[in-house]
């Protein structure tokens, strides 16, 4: 079963003589378990296609349906990201920063799994911290939790 599927992706950028094809057409299968990669030189369009695919940002052209639902329509609580700069809010704790998805969505965190979390990714001790109270790695476990936090799909 595909988790992910994207139909003619088109994503272009300027128009006319200076109009650049991010995306011209791009079909794509990923199926539920399985790790892809997605590789190709610099200003390949690997970035605009994870961006599609995540629904951060929407297509010209085509559809991204991820579990069953087209982006189109919803995305949180599907696709959970992790930035390459983690992107933490740097006045919010780790607690803060990890249940931020959550508060956006108007939910609460499964008290079991959010524990799991912080156990996995070792910020038990960590929750109180605030972002440049931690190391690169550990604003990174934060980062990765936030992307968990809802469990997403994908």
Avoid: C, W
């Amino acid at each position: 079963m595909d988790i992910i599927t994207a139909h003619q992706l088109k994503k272009y950028y300027g128009k006319g003589e200076n109009q650049i094809k991010a995306l011209d057409g791009i079909d794509l299968a990923i199926e539920k378990g399985k790790f892809t990669a997605i590789i190709g030189a610099s200003g390949s369009g690997k970035t605009t296609l994870l961006n599609m695919l995540g629904g951060l940002d929407t297509p010209d052209e085509g559809e991204v349906i991820v579990d069953g639902v087209s982006l189109a329509v919803f995305r949180r609580g599907k696709v959970g990201f992790v930035y390459q700069n983690f992107n933490l809010i740097p006045t919010l704790t780790v607690k803060e920063n990890m249940l931020f998805p959550l508060s956006l969505a108007g939910s609460t965190p499964d008290p079991v799994f959010f524990q799991e979390i912080l156990t996995l990714l070792h910020l038990e001790d960590r929750q109180n911290a605030y972002p440049n109270q931690l190391s690169g790695g550990g604003q990174q476990r934060v980062a990765i939790a936030r992307a968990l936090i809802a469990k997403p799909s994908v």
